[in-house]
């Protein structure tokens, strides 16, 4: 049971918009820590696709963005591309535990 | 350029103990957190626990702890996993990774450990 709930999976048509969200608590994304974003492409080790909410590291396309609100973050991406058939995964830091938590991970299909 | 590099694929038998390790190079190691991930095959990621070079203050997620240690040595600037008994069930994908306050902006390659009688 991860402390940040995402959806399993995930899916949508080449070009079209997808959601993922991340809910979490009052000791975590409530408690006004900032949500951050990896992709993982199949075999490879995660990368940083979204940092502090809603900033996009040097490289990562503006078809992905993210938002918080209250305990919840989403991403989304637009523009759909085979390319994005990955786990994306949320996190952010718990103060209760006092380390950095992932939520279980979301599998994005391209139909 | 900042790199983490780890040490290769491991095959254990369970009840052996194990250390990996993770090399960093192009940055202040004893500035920055430094931590360990585990993913199971075909699960999510979980963060373990970290460290600061710097003043050794290492910090364990509660699944892992006692479980675990991790450390650093910051002469050699390499952070360190060990296990002193391994099970089955710690087969698994182990990622360094740095975290800052703006996430984990650099991740090592993964080293693979294999528990298996």
């Known amino acids: 049971q991860s402390v940040l709930t995402q959806p399993p999976s995930v899916s949508g048509a080449p070009g079209q918009r997808v959601t993922i969200s991340c809910t979490g608590s009052?000791?975590?994304?409530?408690?006004?820590?900032?949500v951050h974003w990896y992709q993982q492409l199949r075999g490879t080790a995660p990368k940083l696709l979204i940092y502090?909410?809603?900033n996009r590291p040097s490289g990562v396309p503006d078809r992905f963005s993210g938002s918080k609100s209250g305990t919840s973050a989403s991403l989304a991406i637009s523009g759909l591309q085979a390319e994005d058939e990955a786990d994306y995964y949320c996190?952010?830091?718990?103060?209760?535990?006092?380390?950095?938590?992932f939520g279980g991970g979301t599998k994005l299909t391209v139909l | 350029e900042v790199q983490l590099v780890q040490s290769g694929a491991e095959v254990k038998k369970p009840g052996e103990s194990l250390k990996i390790s993770c090399k960093s190079s192009g940055y202040s190691f004893t500035t920055y957190w430094i931590g360990w991930v585990r993913q199971m095959p075909g699960r999510g990621l979980e963060w373990m626990g970290i460290t600061y070079p710097g003043d050794s203050e290492t910090r364990y997620s509660p699944s892992f702890r006692g479980q675990v240690t991790i450390s650093a040595d910051k002469s050699i600037s390499t952070a360190y996993l060990q296990w002193s008994s391994l099970k089955a069930s710690d087969t698994a994908m182990y990622y360094c990774a740095r975290p800052t306050d703006g996430g984990v902006d650099y991740w090592g390659q993964g080293t693979l450990v294999t528990v298996s009688s």
């Open positions: 009052s000791s975590n994304i409530g408690a006004g820590y900032d």
């Open positions: 996190q952010s830091y718990d103060n209760s535990l006092r380390v950095w938590v």
């Open positions: 502090g909410n809603n």
